[in-house]
């Protein structure tokens, strides 16, 4: 069992340092924007001003999670992305296309995958293992696997996370793919103290996360996951799901095998909006609802946000 000993969040809703926000946040709209904190409290001036939307997030959910958890250095610092440093790569783009000779470095350095994870290592003064996943819409569930792993290995806490942005472009491309999502594409970062003791602290416990590329036949494939897990579908309490209104995906035929008794299906992209890890915000919705909740016993993240790849994490309280 890995215990949840913090989460933080940065979204489109009031989610950074706001405990028990699952209880009043709904569907975002339109006009939704990115709720940011005042980061000036997580980072220095001189580093925030050459940051990027998406490092700032990172830099400062990360450190907020260390604070909850009160280690003083996390064993290792796991981050999955979709897409990476968006802001930084079109920067860098737009700079080789209008700047002749010599082109400034600092938006190619920062337009790496990988940026978010060696920024939290130097912000922190962490010499651990560090590690970036990009596996699409999987980013977030390869990186909660990598961290379980080194859990098993031995080691303490682990800082995982996951964080992708929304550039304008995103909304045009979208639309030549002729992809018209009924939700709001967005950005977000969420992260995790993942601990193998547990504390007063902690919030929830991840149970067992896999995932599946090409997937043939969904409903069989989370079935066999709740059976190794000695669960059936009636146990759930709750599902978490990326909905199939949403222009990305298909019907979802997983739901559709659902007994109608059963009727507890929230779809948590109405919540956090699209973007490839928006899976990281379901887990930190999910543990929020569990600490406010006693009765939530086990809650499944379904994520199906790209039809041929599935990920699932089974979330349960700490006295399931």
Do not use: W
Not at 128 to 142: A, D, I, K, P, R
Not at 244 to 265: Q, R, Y
Not at 293 to 315: A, C, E, F, P
């Amino acid at each position: 069992m890995f215990y949840i000993s913090a989460a933080s969040s940065i979204s489109h809703q009031p989610t950074f340092k706001n405990a028990g926000f699952s209880a009043f946040i709904g569907p975002l709209t339109e006009s939704s924007a990115l709720v940011s904190p005042d980061y000036k409290g997580f980072i220095e001036a001189g580093l925030l001003r050459r940051m990027s939307k998406i490092l700032r997030m990172s830099v400062a959910c990360s450190k907020d999670c260390i604070e909850q958890a009160g280690i003083e250095q996390p064993n290792a610092i796991v981050v999955g992305t979709g897409l990476g440093c968006l802001q930084d790569t079109e920067k860098f783009l737009n700079n080789s296309i209008t700047i002749e000779g010599l082109l400034p470095p600092t938006a190619f350095i920062q337009s790496t995958h990988n940026t978010m994870a060696g920024q939290i290592s130097l912000s922190i003064g962490n010499h651990g293992y560090n590690m970036t996943h990009t596996q699409n819409t999987l980013s977030f569930e390869h990186a909660l696997q990598d961290a379980m792993l080194l859990l098993n290995e031995g080691e303490k806490h682990i800082l995982v996370g996951a964080a992708d942005e929304y550039i304008e472009i995103l909304t045009e491309i979208s639309g030549q793919l002729n992809i018209r999502p009924e939700t709001l594409l967005a950005s977000g970062a969420s992260f995790f103290v993942l601990s193998k003791e547990k504390t007063t602290a902690s919030l929830a416990v991840v149970k067992d996360c896999v995932t599946t590329g090409l997937v043939q036949d969904i409903p069989e494939k989370i079935a066999s996951f709740l059976s190794d897990n000695g669960l059936k579908a009636s146990d759930l309490d709750l599902i978490l799901y990326s909905g199939a209104s949403n222009g990305l995906n298909h019907d979802d035929v997983f739901l559709k095998t659902l007994p109608a008794s059963l009727g507890k299906c929230v779809d948590y992209l109405q919540l956090s909006g699209i973007y490839p890890t928006a899976s990281a915000f379901a887990l930190h919705y999910a543990a929020d609802l569990m600490n406010q909740n006693k009765s939530l016993k086990n809650i499944l993240i379904y994520n199906s946000l790209i039809q041929r790849n599935l990920g699932l994490t089974l979330v349960q309280s700490i006295e399931a």
